[in-house]
């Protein structure tokens, strides 16, 4: 485990209960946060209308992809939020059916002859569209994804530049003047939240309006959002908040019902921006298990270390070891020639045939 020196605390995994002050803001207000909740959000994007607009972020394309409504189609340099839409059919997760589940809807598929329709669900038992349980064989999961936040986060730990920074409410920015574009931050990010844009190269994410921040605002997004979907404050008083949450949709029988990111002794240290998720997170296009990348750079160091010296080492043996044995043929050589003169000195015939 790689500690500081100062602070005596593992600062590149585990448990981090003050990220500000160990950055180095002795009078850091309380850690502010994102929680999004997935289970009133509507889809209508007005995060990320907000987003660009305050921050004056250009636009990323307008084509659908052709699998939802979905035209940003995930985050990256040009957008910081991100509104998923995905489509689920067939069983879906419910308190009082047998499993847990609701039966089986088959989905029509559609056949262009005249005017197309689109059925997403059969008419089930009850005539409506619905499963015999009340519940429909289909649903839209909606989520507003953004950059995490990361207690433990990788893209600052390896930038060279010192653009990416530890801000005193314990959120993460990029400082786009000091950015070089070596993208190193790029690979490190476990959830691939942050991009180089193309037109110069330098890498962008969400700074959760760090500037309305210091200003005493709430971030844009979560200023335009209707339902309350995402929602800022103390990190704190959102993991207990988004608790009770979790109890509540429990008790109306959303069963699947879980948060993710919230976990301080996870994989980053916990998420600065967390979710409360319908599904598994991979559905919605997330890591289940994220690690921070830098975790095992100390043990690498140590490693890489270790082998340097083993070969240097290996060389000094080497040239230690060759001039001991030409010292020690010099020596022979010597030693012989001596022999040989007193073997001549003591034998008469040896002194003749040496005149």
Not at 106 to 128: F, K, Q, Y
Not at 236 to 265: I, N
Not at 319 to 341: I, L
Request: aromatic share 6%; charged share 20%.
């Amino acid at each position: 485990m790689e500690l500081d020196l100062l602070t005596g605390r593992n600062l590149l995994s585990g448990p981090e209960p003050d990220v500000a002050r160990d950055a180095g803001h002795a009078d850091a207000p309380p850690r502010q946060g994102f929680f999004t909740d997935t289970s009133v959000c509507i889809g209508c994007k007005a995060c990320e209308v907000a987003c660009k607009e305050w921050n004056a972020i250009p636009e990323d394309g307008l084509t659908l992809t052709g699998m939802s409504y979905d035209n940003t189609q995930g985050l990256g340099a040009s957008t910081w939020r991100h509104v998923a839409f995905i489509e689920q059919s067939g069983s879906i997760p419910v308190s009082g059916a047998p499993g847990g589940l609701a039966p089986s809807t088959a989905v029509a598929v559609p056949v262009a002859d005249g005017r197309t329709e689109l059925p997403l669900a059969e008419a089930g038992s009850d005539g409506d569209g619905s499963g015999g349980d009340g519940r429909a064989g289909f649903r839209w999961l909606m989520a507003s994804d953004v950059c995490k936040h990361c207690t433990h986060a990788a893209c600052l730990d390896v930038c060279p530049t010192g653009s990416l920074f530890r801000t005193e409410f314990g959120t993460v920015v990029v400082q786009e003047d000091i950015c070089n574009g070596c993208g190193y931050c790029v690979p490190a990010c476990p959830y691939g939240v942050i991009e180089q844009r193309p037109s110069d190269g330098r890498a962008f994410k969400c700074t959760l309006c760090y500037d309305r921040l210091g200003a005493g605002q709430e971030p844009a997004c979560a200023k335009a959002c209707p339902t309350d979907s995402i929602q800022f404050g103390p990190l704190d008083e959102l993991r207990e908040r988004a608790a009770l949450r979790v109890e509540q949709l429990h008790a109306a029988g959303v069963a699947d019902a879980r948060l993710y990111g919230e976990e301080p002794d996870d994989g980053v240290g916990g998420d600065g921006a967390f979710f409360l998720l319908l599904d598994e997170p991979e559905v919605y296009g997330l890591p289940p298990d994220p690690v921070v990348t830098t975790r095992d750079l100390p043990a690498m160091w140590r490693h890489a270390g270790a082998a340097a010296l083993s070969l240097a080492g290996g060389f000094l043996a080497a040239f230690v070891w060759a001039g001991m044995g030409g010292r020690g043929s010099s020596a022979g050589r010597a030693s012989s020639a001596r022999r040989a003169a007193s073997a001549r000195r003591a034998s008469p015939t040896l002194r003749k045939a040496g005149r």
